[in-house]
Structures are given as structure tokens and as C-alpha cells.
């Protein structure tokens, strides 16, 4: 059973220029919620550039382990595309999905201890990549960070940073607990559903909605 919840993550992406100033840009938040069931929505506008005008209506994704299906919801042309849902991550896993192979890890995981965030306990915890390991910049080697809920069983705090690309830090906030209400996770009556048998782009703003990756015009 998953412990229910909405919040809001926070996104802030911070970059050192060569003259030591930094820029510090914050891009649109967006809404998550979950059930005990282990369904999730996710909400966020949609913008072409951090702080520029909303471009688009709200991109709506709903994850269901139960019908094991994963939704996209596109208001523009009231559609709904349907994807089969991949495997469950387990909780706090060994290695998190983004790290390519054990080996890539300079030394190994550093546990970070336990702080208090958002009201929650959670553990800590700091990988460094091999330059060039993700396929990144090949000379200077890569940090992620993550902060871990066992009670809420998800990350409140996801950092990265390097020396070139600078630090972008995902934090989990205004957290409430309880079920949220179950109509989050339906979808509309009045839209059209569109099963899609691999990855695909939505052209936002645009009626013709879905393309597949790799077709023309990406």
C-alpha cells in the first residue's frame, strides 16, 4: 500500500559564469499527487522557457499500476493517449535509474545521514559519476544527490550539478497527506482514448496532438 499524498515540486536550475556570478532560473512547479493504490497524476503548464508565458494547457499525466496503464490527457484536441505501464521502480533502489552501470560510480554511494524535510524524515544519500559516463561533458564528472522518504516512499529533494551545466535541484513541497480526491485519477468521459504501442511526443498547442519519436517534424 502507498502512502497517499499531493505536493508540489519545485524545480530551480542554478549555472556559475565564468566570472564567478551566478544565474539562477526557476521553472514552472507542477502538481503530484498519489493514492493508496499507487496511482498518480502529475499537472504542469506548459513553457518554452523558464519564467516565459504559458505556451500551452496544462500537460496532465496519470500513472495506473492498477489498470497498469500510463495516460497522457490533451485538452487541445480532448484526447487521451494510452500507454502501457512499465514495471514499478522498487523503493529507494540501490541505484537510481539515471546512474548507466555501477561502474560508472567514482567509489560508490556516500550516505548523507538523516535530516528533517518538509516535516518528513529522510536519509540521504550522494553519487558521483565518471566524466563522461552519461554521455555528458567527458571531462568533468557528475554529482547527483537524493533525499529519501521510507514513511512517504518518494524523493523530496533530487539534485545534480556539475562544473559545466551548474546545479539543478527538484524539491518536493506543500505536502499534504491523506487520499486525495479519486476523480484525479479518472479520465475525461468526453475524450477519445488512443492506445500507443511506443514513445511518442505531444506538439503542444497543436490539434494533430501525438507524433511518434523519430517521425518528421521531430
Known amino acids: 500500500m502507498d502512502a497517499p499524498y499531493c505536493g508540489e515540486w519545485r524545480n ?4 556559475t559564469r565564468p566570472d564567478g556570478t551566478q544565474k539562477t532560473e526557476e521553472f514552472a512547479p507542477f502538481k503530484s499527487c498519489r493514492d493508496s493504490a499507487g496511482r498518480s497524476r502529475s499537472e504542469s503548464p506548459i513553457y518554452l522557457k523558464p519564467g516565459g508565458p504559458q505556451v500551452g494547457p496544462l500537460s496532465i499525466e496519470i500513472s495506473d499500476p492498477v489498470a497498469h496503464a500510463k495516460y ?3 485538452a487541445v484536441n480532448k484526447t487521451v493517449y494510452r500507454q502501457e505501464l512499465p ?4 523503493q529507494h533502489p540501490p541505484c537510481p535509474a539515471y546512474i548507466p552501470a555501477e561502474s560508472d560510480l567514482v567509489g560508490g554511494p556516500e550516505d548523507l545521514g538523516t535530516q528533517t524535510m518538509e516535516g518528513l524524515l529522510v ?5 558521483t559519476l565518471r566524466p ?3 554521455g555528458d561533458n567527458p571531462t568533468v564528472p557528475r554529482t547527483f544527490e537524493e533525499w529519501w522518504s521510507p514513511e512517504l ?13 551548474g546545479e539543478l535541484v527538484h524539491t518536493l513541497i506543500h505536502i499534504t497527506r491523506g487520499e486525495p480526491d479519486p476523480d484525479l485519477f479518472r479520465l475525461p468521459p468526453d475524450y477519445a482514448v488512443v492506445d500507443e504501442a511506443g514513445d511518442f511526443t505531444i506538439l503542444w498547442g497543436s490539434a494533430s ?10
Open 209 to 218: 496532438g501525438a507524433r511518434a519519436v523519430g517521425t518528421p517534424g521531430h
Open 123 to 127: 536519509e540521504g544519500r550522494r553519487h
Open 132 to 134: 563522461g559516463s552519461t
Open 72 to 74: 497522457v490527457v490533451y
Open 87 to 90: 514495471a514499478r521502480r522498487t
Open 12 to 15: 530551480v536550475g542554478t549555472i
Open 153 to 165: 516512499g518518494e524523493f523530496v529533494i533530487e539534485k545534480s550539478s556539475d562544473a559545466v551545466k
